[in-house]
């Protein structure tokens, strides 16, 4: 397959707006393709050369770009820069370049390894090296090929559909209908490399699909809790369970494969980064369990060793660095919490109960060294029988200033990818009647005013997930909770995904379009007193029902560790709108 047969198959699923469409459109290409050009067109289509847990850095500066192209058409720095500032978009600057007669056309696999080779060159004189390998790659595309190399490498493909449009695709592409899907997304719920996914499909089939199995290296999607407004709540629910602390740290799925003369450890973050390199001293202390293969679900979590106390999560998340590691391990130690055991020297525990992974979870702290019981710890669990041990077990834990707690069945599998009551969280309420915050994805910023007129910036757009429509819907517009360095520092993280046009797969009202788009990317907390209907939001919005919005909302914290598909979902909003009529009730 040529690249720019990909390259135009992107512009035109760009071209339309509606999610079957794109489906279908996706699904024809990938049958067109190989086995292993339908896996590359995966990654790439969500602006990726490998599964989104390897990752994607070109580092490649701005200025590089221009540079880039200004090489390529024979024009001035500045008259490129002119042009991407009217334009917004380098990929457009690209595209309506002069023409050049081509060489050659490249397959995608040739423009694949001409990517990676750009994507690892390192070292002194990386960034020269990078440029004249683009140089050489742009000038063997037309344009049209040469916009979404552009995009690719500056992280702003953005064709406004994830992963999980990608599994209908691949349903459509063997069956012309979405029949598939659920069995699809079991598969990439245990095993979460959409391009292997995709491959597994077109050379073996749908059977080999539902024989997928947990593979050490390769995370799996997490397990999610659902929500409860009391601890009678949960009784009522779950009956007779069991309650573990609700810590608010990094959560990390641990992989160990001793089979090898080193170990190969990888900390998976919750939106399936791998963060293995962050982690030294937990690498270690992992290193010494005594098994061959493990799969394992923890907490990890900053810890004051004066005052033998946890620190709060934005204490934690100063360990999140790729450069001065060593000292943050000295000036923020971590502790890892497991809270459950998935896979153990080659056996996977989805079937086994939550009482039985347990129990094979705490074997494996028997043996462990002094150094590393004082880094690596089993969490508490506590069996509660009635609602009074739950309430009294919650606030033991909140005054010891954790966030609540996780209350468990004993008798529930794992569920990978799931969030369902197996699991509920019931956290500690601050103040209205919104007993908990809502993970938002912020999707543009308003103009300053007043004192704000000087930030650039005064309010901004957040929006929660609808995984039906794949997509984002608004829900508040805030302008409280940020210091004047806290607005500063908004603007500039929006400024670097800022975007042209309203994205694809966002769903605003006019009444609410910001002055400065941006891609959906950045996720944060949102605090609110409640949740209330609105003609105006998006959130839950249809043809009969008013949407949803938060009354009175205030940022709290950036969601680093969370991807914009992880935020709150519609479902959830929805179940805390549920919870607030309970509480009310009973006043």
């Known amino acids: 397959m040529k690249f720019n047969e990909v390259a135009e198959a992107f512009n035109e699923i760009q071209s339309v707006s509606s999610r079957n469409k794109i489906t279908e459109l996706l699904a024809d290409l990938f049958k067109k393709a190989t086995s292993r050009e339908a896996s590359l067109i995966s990654y790439l289509s969500l602006g990726e050369l490998s599964p989104v847990y390897v990752g994607t850095q070109f580092n490649i500066a701005d200025k590089s770009l221009y540079t880039v192209i200004a090489k390529l058409f024979g024009e001035s720095l500045e008259n490129i820069k002119r042009r991407a500032k009217q334009k917004g978009d380098l990929g457009l600057v690209i595209e309506e370049g002069p023409k050049h007669r081509l060489v050659e056309e490249l397959s995608l696999t040739q423009v694949n390894k001409f990517l990676h080779e750009i994507h690892d060159i390192s070292g002194t004189g990386s960034q020269e090296k990078k440029e004249s390998k683009l140089i050489e790659l742009l000038k063997k595309l037309d344009p049209l090929s040469g916009k979404y190399i552009v995009r690719i490498i500056l992280g702003k493909l953005r064709l406004g559909f994830s992963d999980m449009t990608l ?16 069995s699809l997304e079991e598969a990439y719920n245990v095993s979460a490399d959409i391009g292997h996914l995709v491959f597994i499909l077109k050379e073996e089939g749908i059977r080999a699909i539902e024989k997928m199995k947990v593979e050490v290296g390769i995370p799996l999607r997490p397990a999610a809790a659902e929500r409860a407004s009391s601890a009678a709540a949960v009784i009522k629910r779950l009956g007779e369970c069991v309650a573990q602390p609700k810590l608010d740290g990094f959560r990390l799925q641990v992989h160990l494969d001793n089979r090898t003369k080193t170990p190969k450890v990888h900390f998976y973050s919750r939106n399936l980064q791998d963060m293995s390199e962050m982690f030294p001293d937990l690498k270690k202390a992992v290193c010494s369990l005594k098994v061959k293969t493990l799969v394992a679900e923890g907490e990890a979590i900053a810890y004051d060793q004066e005052t033998d106390t946890f620190l709060p999560f934005q204490e934690t998340v100063k ?4 450069h001065k590691i060593e000292k943050a391990v000295t000036d923020f130690p971590l502790k890892l919490y497991f809270f459950d055991l998935l896979h153990l020297n080659g056996k996977t525990f989805f079937e086994m109960s939550h009482a039985e992974r347990r129990k ?108 039906k429509d794949d997509g984002f819907q608004t829900i508040a517009k805030i302008g409280t909770g940020l210091t004047d360095s806290g607005w500063k520092e908004l603007k500039k993280k929006c400024d670097e995904v800022a975007v042209k046009n309203k994205p694809r797969n966002v769903e605003c009202s006019k009444g609410l379009v910001p002055d400065v788009w941006i891609s959906p990317e950045i996720v944060c907390a949102v605090r609110a007193d409640e949740i209330t209907h609105s003609p105006l939001h998006t959130a839950g919005k249809t043809s009969s029902e008013l949407g949803y919005a938060l009354r009175f909302p205030r940022f709290m914290q950036y969601r680093g560790d969370k991807s914009s598909e992880d935020a709150t979902t519609i479902k959830e909003v929805k179940s805390l709108f549920e919870i607030q009529f309970k509480k009310r009730s009973k006043k």
């Open 167 to 182: 599994l209908d695709a691949f349903s459509w592409m063997k069956m012309g209908d979405k029949s598939l899907r659920l």
């Open 319 to 322: 360990r999140k660095r790729k």
């Open 360 to 467: 094979e979870l705490l074997k494996l702290f028997k043996s462990l060294g002094k150094e590393a019981r004082d880094i690596i710890y089993p969490i508490e669990e506590k069996k509660i029988t009635t609602s009074k041990e739950l309430e009294e077990y919650f606030e033991e834990n909140v005054s010891s200033g954790l966030e609540g707690l996780v209350i468990k069945k004993p008798d529930a599998m794992y569920k990978a990818g799931k969030r369902n009551f197996n699991w509920i969280k019931l956290k500690r309420e601050e103040s209205g009647e919104l007993a908990d915050t809502i993970d938002c994805v912020i999707l543009g910023y308003y103009s300053g005013h007043g004192k704000r007129t000087a930030f650039g910036i005064g309010s901004f757009l957040v929006g929660i997930y609808n995984k």
